[in-house]
């Protein structure tokens, strides 16, 4: 393999696990940082006039799914890569179609983790918004 082409799949790589990385953090954290709203609402008043808890509820399940997906994207990447350097070294002509193929996968993850993410944190606003001082 020439070093362009080394240098294309190095580069696809750590572009995936970058992105993959933010995701994950930014999941994470959104939960964390919900949880850290929570328990202060609780502290504040018992618990007892809490609003939208099932929003609260559904969007950290939407943000423990985008790390889910999340991590089967990563996965996937890692098989794609690996059907690139075949094909770039000639050793597996088809794997080429096959690169492409999870290619495809691998967008169709990673869309689904950002639009998963998305939809958590406006479902944690929501609660928040519902739940702030009058």
């Known amino acids: 393999?020439?070093?362009?082409?080394?240098?294309?799949?190095?580069a696809s790589r750590d572009q995936s696990r970058e992105y993959d990385s933010r995701v994950f953090w930014l999941s994470g954290g959104a939960i964390a940082?919900?949880?850290?709203?929570l328990?202060?609402?609780v502290a504040r008043d018992g618990g007892t006039?809490?609003?939208g808890v099932p929003v609260l509820f559904c969007s950290w399940g939407l943000l423990i799914t985008a790390i889910i997906v999340v991590m089967a994207g990563l996965q996937v990447s890692m098989q794609m890569c690996t059907r690139w350097v075949r094909f770039l070294e000639l050793s597996d002509p088809g794997s080429g179609d096959r690169a492409l193929k999870l290619a495809t996968v691998v967008n169709v993850l990673n869309y689904s983790a950002l639009a998963l993410v998305v939809l958590g944190i406006g479902g944690i606003g929501w609660f928040v918004s519902l739940n702030l001082p009058a």
């Open 1 to 10: 393999m020439d070093e362009n082409s080394r240098f294309y799949v190095e």
């Open 49 to 51: 006039a809490l609003q």
């Open 39 to 41: 328990q202060s609402l």
């Open 33 to 37: 940082l919900s949880g850290a709203f």
